[in-house]
Structures are given as structure tokens and as C-alpha cells.
């Protein structure tokens, strides 16, 4: 009967334990997803679902392939993006992947496919986030004769729209710059500080 009682109790403090170290690794990933993934801006809460992850890199370089050149290349993975069907989300952005299986996105979707494609090639790219909208700007390393870009920091950023079907490197710029809540980075959750910005 003794042994009976030592066995429980000693069996009751570990699996208390083994609860207790569940729970706090619960709280701990928790915390690393709302850092990584939630970003405030204006007040308003955006919540991004981009991926450095196997399946997006494949895809990235499939896309790539027949490619010799950045231009080339980004309208590659962006023509992908704005030949999925839009249409409107009504729960949380969704990942690439999803976007590609289900086949149809929001703007808030299909942004996080375009920029995690465009990451996983190696592009410095941004979110833009203005009035119930948010697109992509990539910067290429080279001005492209013909289309203008918005020099942030004095530096061309293209902007890609991946809602609008057929768009290229270099969709028009549609919103004042007081319209523009932030450029964001994703994949590391901060906004970028912007000292100057054109649109030339």
C-alpha cells in the first residue's frame, strides 16, 4: 500500500510538471508568433503570413528558371500572383501555400505570397500599407527606363500591385504619401524609417 502511495504521488508531481513545462512552452512559441507576425500601426493591428519555407523557395525557383535577368525574374513571380483570382477574405491574411491550393486572395493574401516569392529569391522588398489596401515595393538595384519609382531614402522601389491582373514592375502609384501608413518588413516585423521619400 505504501509503495502504491509513493508511486502516485511521485507520478502526480511529474506529470504536474510535465503540464507546467507544456503550458510555459505554449505561452513562450505564443510569444515569438504575435512578435513575428502582429506589427501596430496607426492603432490598427496587421497580421502577415509570410514564409521562408521549402515549399515557397521551390516555387520561387521554378518561376525563376527560364530567367536571366531581376527584371525578368520579379515579373515572373509577379504574374503568378495577380493570375489568382481575386477575391475577398473575410478571416486573417491566409499563407502562399493556401493562396495557391485555394486559388483566390485579397490584397493582404496575395502580398504575403508575392513577398515571401520575392524574399525567397533574395529581393529587399517592403509591404505598403495605406487606407484598406496594402501592395509590394521591391527595389531591383537598377532604375528601369520609362517607370517611375518611389525613392525611399533615396533608393527606386517598383511598385507591384498584385490585385491587378496583367500589372508590371512599376503599377502606377495611386495614393498620396500621407495616405501611406508604413513600409513594412515582414519577416522581421519592423517598420522601416523613412527619412526622405519621392515619387519620380
Not at 15 to 40: A, C, E, R, T
Not at 67 to 80: I, P
Not at 127 to 152: D, E, G, M, Q, R
Amino acid at each position: 500500500m505504501l509503495f502504491e502511495n509513493k508511486f502516485i504521488y511521485y507520478s502526480s508531481i511529474i506529470v504536474s510538471v510535465l503540464i507546467v513545462l507544456f503550458i510555459v512552452g505554449m505561452i513562450f512559441k505564443s510569444f515569438f508568433i504575435v512578435k513575428n507576425q502582429f506589427i501596430d500601426i496607426d492603432g490598427l493591428t496587421y497580421v502577415n503570413q509570410v514564409r521562408e519555407d521549402e515549399y515557397t523557395k521551390r516555387l520561387a525557383k521554378s518561376l525563376v528558371s527560364g530567367c536571366d535577368t531581376k527584371v525578368c525574374e520579379v515579373q515572373s513571380m509577379l504574374n503568378l500572383v495577380t493570375e489568382i483570382p481575386y477575391k475577398v477574405n473575410k478571416s486573417v491574411a491566409r499563407s502562399g501555400e493556401n493562396v495557391i491550393k485555394q486559388n483566390y486572395g485579397d490584397c493582404d493574401d496575395k502580398s504575403n505570397l508575392l513577398i515571401s516569392l520575392l524574399k525567397a529569391r533574395g529581393y529587399e522588398a517592403y509591404f505598403v500599407l495605406v487606407p484598406k489596401h496594402i501592395f509590394v515595393v521591391v527595389n531591383l538595384n537598377l532604375i528601369l527606363p520609362n517607370k517611375k519609382a518611389l525613392y525611399i531614402n533615396g533608393r527606386p522601389f517598383y511598385v507591384l500591385e498584385s490585385t491587378a491582373e496583367g500589372s508590371e514592375i512599376g503599377f502606377p502609384l495611386k495614393y498620396r504619401f500621407d495616405d501611406i501608413k508604413g513600409f513594412i518588413d515582414p519577416f522581421q516585423n519592423k517598420k522601416l524609417v523613412v527619412e526622405s521619400l519621392q515619387y519620380k
